[in-house]
């Protein structure tokens, strides 16, 4: 009994330790979160400023966008991130940025407000063009027509730029 346990645990430490070598000689690294890059060929990304060229302007968005985009990007890959010249390059522009009044109050005035934001982005991806697209992004959140846009404004656009990242940031590594 004794020979034939040893025999076993010694199958199964040589099965682990084949396991994680495999594992660990892949090139293509898999995260939790969706993304899915060969980091031998893809070494970087530029992220450019996205100018707003929205009709209503809200000072900080542009470089708040830009700025969450990158952050984005920092935080779930291992791609140095540049502002040109990348393997792969983000770039585009703020095209929408409107108040639409929403739902009716009985006194017949407006009850919610949406603050829509909309985000044309131009992806290139040098090292695999077949992936390289173009898209716009529309996000919105609402608010009670009763406080002053400068009141929420900032929470808002924080909210509506993670989402507009997020999407971007599937759509140019994890691809889901």
């Given at each position: 009994?004794?020979?034939?346990?040893?025999?076993?645990?010694?199958?199964?430490?040589?099965?682990?330790c084949?396991?994680?070598?495999?594992?660990?000689?892949?090139?293509?690294?898999?995260?939790?979160?969706?993304?899915?890059?060969?980091?031998?060929?893809?070494?970087?990304?530029?992220?450019?400023?996205?100018?707003?060229?929205?009709?209503?302007?809200?000072?900080?968005?542009?470089?708040?966008?830009?700025?969450?985009?990158?952050?984005?990007?920092?935080?779930?890959?291992?791609?140095?991130?540049?502002?040109?010249?990348?393997?792969?390059?983000?770039?585009?522009?703020?095209?929408?940025?409107?108040?639409?009044?929403?739902?009716?109050?009985?006194?017949s005035?407006?009850?919610?407000?949406?603050?829509?934001?909309?985000?044309?982005?131009?992806?290139?991806?040098?090292?695999?063009p077949?992936?390289?697209?173009?898209k716009?992004?529309?996000?919105?959140?609402?608010?009670?027509?009763?406080?002053?846009?400068?009141?929420?404004?900032?929470?808002?656009?924080?909210?509506?730029?993670t989402?507009?990242?997020?999407?971007?940031?599937?759509?140019?590594?994890?691809?889901?």
């Amino acid at each position: 009994m004794g020979y034939k346990h040893l025999l076993h645990i010694s199958l199964f430490a040589c099965t682990l330790c084949a396991l994680a070598i495999c594992l660990h000689s892949c090139s293509i690294s898999y995260k939790f979160n969706g993304a899915s890059i060969d980091y031998a060929k893809t070494k970087s990304i530029s992220i450019a400023e996205f100018p707003n060229n929205a009709a209503l302007v809200y000072a900080q968005l542009s470089t708040d966008l830009s700025q969450g985009i990158r952050d984005m990007y920092q935080r779930n890959t291992r791609l140095e991130i540049l502002r040109k010249g990348g393997d792969m390059e983000v770039e585009g522009e703020i095209t929408g940025y409107t108040l639409t009044p929403m739902s009716i109050s009985a006194d017949s005035y407006s009850a919610e407000t949406k603050l829509t934001m909309t985000v044309k982005v131009h992806f290139t991806n040098n090292i695999n063009p077949e992936e390289s697209f173009d898209k716009t992004y529309s996000v919105f959140q609402t608010f009670d027509s009763s406080q002053m846009l400068n009141d929420v404004q900032e929470d808002l656009c924080a909210a509506m730029i993670t989402e507009v990242a997020e999407s971007i940031y599937n759509d140019t590594v994890a691809r889901w």
